[in-house]
């Protein structure tokens, strides 16, 4: 069945001519976010009846990203005819070395990359933006990445603009995202660029397109993967098992089979926090995971996560974000529930 189209109801006039936007595969990236492109790109040049996106895909084949038929066209070639833009996806990296590990297998690519750019625009997400960099195409611009990762992109890139609070940020013809999923945030940033805003409302709910949900930057510190060290990995796990009421430092020390001083000293060398604060906001982030997930009271989340008492837990909250669990709830789960609520099925449906 033909997508019915959407009619524009905006003044804004519509791009006589489709951007070409050359999707890059390379070994070693996670190409999810390039099928997603393409498919988004092709609902949305059906809904609006006419093409505002001309996808090509470039790069080398990798077995593992399973792309179909058709082959890529390579590097060399596809710079005798370069797009309008291209969208650089990322690839898996914990820690500096990962980086430094893809930047070295990915020289190639990042010469082309190097002379294919302006007046073309990169579009990256995740550790895309490191290839971006190392391209030179950041240059100057402000800048956005998986935020654990910010000191060794400031290190290694001096000349970008690293401002990593933001989950996209646009510069110039420069585009950049944050997280694995950063491809959403690209794609949604792209449909307001080009189609008045009410039709992109549109589209998005009929895609039931995700919405990001990064939750308080309070929180960072305790994230599982924000952790170089593999013992605080650990002993995140285990703090999210006990009760909030009976965790302290020497609980936790004796957990690894550590001191609780060696402990405090690992926690502050690697977080830049005292150690009681960071086990606290091991819990806290669970309550506020727990008030994203489901509408229950702050007195059932606060018995399940062994609080002293609910009151003891707002005091704890409110003093880490600055903001009430009600206010909480309104500002970060409002997104996710009504996305969870588009598709929720209902007796009879």
């Given at each position: ?171 110039g013809p420069c585009l950049t995202a944050a997280g694995a999923n950063g491809y959403w945030a690209v794609l949604s940033q792209l449909l307001l660029s080009r189609v008045p805003p009410e039709v992109a409302a549109e589209i998005d709910q009929r895609m039931l397109m995700p919405r990001a949900n990064a ?135």
């Amino acid at each position: 069945m033909a997508a019915p189209q959407l009619q524009a109801r905006s003044a804004r006039s519509l791009p006589p001519e489709p951007i070409t936007v050359g999707l890059v595969l390379y070994p070693g990236c996670a190409p999810a976010g390039l099928f997603a492109a393409a498919e988004h790109f092709r609902v949305v040049n059906r809904c609006m009846g006419q093409p505002l996106f001309d996808p090509v895909w470039i790069g080398a084949r990798d077995a593992a990203s399973g792309l179909p038929a058709a082959a890529p066209l390579p590097l060399a070639t596809a710079a005798q005819a370069p797009c309008e833009a291209y969208l650089l996806p990322g690839f898996w990296a914990e820690t500096a070395v990962d980086i430094d590990v893809m930047l070295r297998r990915q020289r190639t690519l990042i010469d082309w990359l190097r002379a294919a750019a302006p007046p073309a625009g990169v579009w990256s997400y995740c550790m895309g933006v490191a290839l971006a960099a190392a391209a030179g195409q950041l240059d100057g611009r402000a800048a956005t990445a998986t935020w654990w990762l910010e000191a060794p992109l400031r290190r290694r890139f001096p000349a970008v603009r690293w401002d990593c609070r933001h989950a996209v940020l646009a510069d110039g013809p420069c585009l950049t995202a944050a997280g694995a999923n950063g491809y959403w945030a690209v794609l949604s940033q792209l449909l307001l660029s080009r189609v008045p805003p009410e039709v992109a409302a549109e589209i998005d709910q009929r895609m039931l397109m995700p919405r990001a949900n990064a939750g308080h930057p309070v929180f960072r510190p305790v994230e599982l993967f924000a952790q170089a060290d593999p013992e605080l990995r650990r002993l995140i796990g285990h703090v999210q098992q006990l009760a909030a009421s009976a965790l302290t430092v020497d609980t936790a020390a004796a957990f690894l089979a550590m001191a609780p001083r060696t402990l405090s000293r690992k926690i502050a060398q690697q977080t830049q926090i005292g150690a009681a604060e960071w086990l606290r906001l091991i819990k806290l982030r669970q309550v506020a995971q727990a008030l994203l997930a489901s509408s229950a009271p702050v007195r059932a989340i606060s018995s399940g996560l062994g609080f002293a008492d609910d009151s003891t837990l707002v005091r704890a909250f409110k003093k880490a974000t600055g903001m009430t669990t009600s206010q909480y709830r309104q500002q970060y789960g409002h997104a996710l529930h009504s996305f969870a609520g588009a598709g929720e099925l209902r007796p009879g449906s």
